[in-house]
């Protein structure tokens, strides 16, 4: 019998036990939870330090990233996500590691063509279709300004 | 302290969203952040999402859905402010924090760590 990759895969979900979804469910709802619970105290402390609304929440992602970028440097962040999965690929944390761990792990290729092109492997698709979608929404918006 | 709470939850079920594609489909990393973003840009392009970053506060804005509606609110002040010209501007503009940021710490990171730390 001649197995596709795909067919594989298939079959392999089938045999694993049921479980499997709903316990990665509950580390990534855990952990994805936690993330945005720090967020969510870093966020309200740029506040109270006086920052307006926009400027704390960019603050929040950017305090995200160093802390990512630091547990990943560590090799800490990549045993979270073993466990936590989309928990800790969804936040902007996730964002920052699929950078800082693409960047370490091509060093030996140099820093321009190691570092500085591998670092967009995950990050160069968000940014490329994020800016698509936004210049779109942006066209869509010019055009109904007029009428809003 | 209701903030909090809802922080954590949306966040946590926007992020189980991803983790039931990962299981269930064979959406890589990648394709599921792309997912994320361009879903950002349309909810908060229809109104939707900004409700829920006033909600949910970082609960909304951490996951990347949140870095798509910074990019579509980006492209509103953009536009506002210099027309045409803001459809292009505003996105970059709106992502240059987290972006630069992202790109600096993984510079240095390669510069001062060890590719052996990476497993």
């Given at each position: 019998m001649k197995i596709t990759p795909r067919e594989y895969d298939e079959m392999n979900r089938r045999a694993s036990p049921h479980s499997k979804l709903g316990k990665d469910c509950l580390w990534s709802f855990f952990v994805g939870g936690g993330i945005c619970l720090v967020g969510e105290v870093l966020r309200r402390a740029y506040l109270a330090k006086g920052f307006v609304l926009s400027d704390a929440s960019a603050m929040t992602s950017v305090t995200l990233i160093l802390i990512s970028a630091v547990l990943t440097s560590l090799g800490w962040y990549q045993k979270l996500a073993a466990r936590a999965g989309a928990g800790t690929l969804v936040p902007i944390t996730g964002f920052a590691n699929s950078v800082v761990s693409s960047a370490i792990e091509y060093r030996s290729e140099g820093f321009v063509p190691g570092v500085g092109a591998k670092?967009?492997?995950?990050?160069g698709p968000v940014v490329v279709y994020g800016l698509a979608a936004s210049a779109v929404w942006g066209l869509v918006y010019h055009l109904l300004r007029p009428f809003i | 302290m209701m903030g909090y709470l809802w922080a954590f939850l949306v966040g946590g079920v926007l992020c189980v969203i991803g983790q039931v594609l990962i299981d269930l489909t064979s959406l890589t990393p990648a394709r599921i952040l792309v997912l994320y973003v361009v879903s950002g840009v349309v909810l908060s392009a229809l109104g939707l999402y900004g409700p829920l970053v006033e909600l949910a506060g970082a609960g909304a804005t951490v996951p990347l859905t949140g870095f798509g509606h910074l990019l579509a609110q980006g492209v509103i002040d953009a536009v506002d402010r210099m027309g045409l010209l803001g459809i292009l501007a505003g996105g970059f503009a709106a992502a240059g924090a987290g972006v630069t940021a992202s790109l600096i710490c993984g510079v240095a990171a390669a510069a001062l760590g060890h590719p052996k730390d990476q497993n």
């Open positions: 670092m967009f492997v995950i990050a | -």
